[in-house]
Nanobody, 131 residues
Framework: QVQLVESGGGLVQPGGSLRLSCAAS????????MYWVRQAPGKGLEWVSN????????AYADSVRGRFTISRDNTKNTMYLQMNSLTSEDTAVYYC????????????????????????WGQGTQVTVSS
């Protein structure tokens, strides 16, 4: 059974940092493009970042570029999202997800409708930025 489990969320003050982790079981993440997406209260799903299977290619939404860093450790079957200089606009539930296809990026940032667009996804971790 494929399972993705996010961790590392919490309450942080504006300007603070958090590091999210996404640990996988039942699937080797090394063959997949991986994604972080988020959903703020009352809003739709927003693409945050993605990373290719070997970690050499990354991309970020304009809203997080320069503040967030995506990475992966395939030996640990885990992906990360380092989030710095957090603002209230970053408050959301953060989900990790994998592409439905091996070694392909088929989920495009502007076309994400729901988590069902992905091959598998986690339960989400809440990030709240507030003073």
């Amino acid at each position: 059974q494929v399972q993705l489990v996010e961790s590392g969320g919490g309450l942080v003050q504006p300007g603070g940092s958090l590091r999210l982790s996404c640990a996988a079981s039942g699937v080797s993440l090394s063959a997949y493009w991986m994604y972080w997406v988020r959903q703020a209260p009352g809003k739709g799903l927003e693409w945050v970042s993605n990373i290719e299977p070997y970690g050499g290619i990354t991309a970020y939404a304009d809203s997080v570029r320069g503040r967030f860093t995506i990475s992966r450790d395939n030996t640990k079957n885990t992906m990360y999202l380092q989030m710095n200089s957090l603002t209230s606009e970053d408050t959301a539930v953060y989900y990790c997800a994998r592409d439905p296809r091996l070694f392909q990026r088929t989920v495009m940032p502007g076309r994400i409708i729901s988590l069902a667009d992905f091959g598998s996804w986690g339960q989400g971790t809440q990030v709240t930025v507030s003073s």
